[in-house]
Nanobody
Framework: VQLQASGGGLVQPGGSLTLSCVAS????????VAWFRQAPGKEREWVSC????????????GYASSVKGRFTISRDNAKHTVYLQMNSLIPEDTAVYYC?????????????WGEGTQVTVSS
């Protein structure tokens, strides 16, 4: 599976961005897709994940505590795309964001990674 993340940019605090992760292949519905981020000088951080299946729901998604209530993950299987809607952005959200896919939403099962997209939150 090849993944391509996009949608990053510069945004002011309190603003919003939507990231997209497009996957190749014909088995997208069977993929769990996660978002990670890595800020300069910090370790990579898990942000969110949506399990394989038809649609995202409360039972098939997970969020890091640092983004819960502000970020929303969703999937469009027809477009082979997972989105990360990011609202109420704060400077601490500044990082390179990566998407990864695998069979389930477990870090050890996420074997395919895309190149990152830079998100900068600054006034």
């Amino acid at each position: 599976v090849q993944l391509q993340a996009s949608g990053g940019g510069l945004v002011q605090p309190g603003g919003s961005l939507t990231l997209s992760c497009v996957a190749s292949g014909s088995t997208f519905e069977k993929l769990a897709v996660a978002w990670f981020r890595q800020a300069p000088g910090k370790e990579r951080e898990w942000v969110s994940c949506v399990a394989a299946g038809v649609r995202a729901s409360a039972g098939t998604t997970g969020y890091a505590s640092s983004v819960k209530g502000r970020f929303t993950i969703s999937r469009d299987n027809a477009k082979h795309t997972v989105y990360l809607q990011m609202n109420s952005l704060i400077p601490e959200d500044t990082a390179v964001y990566y998407c990864a896919s695998g069979a389930v939403c477990h870090t050890n099962a996420l074997h395919d990674w895309g190149e990152g997209t830079q998100v900068t939150v600054s006034s």
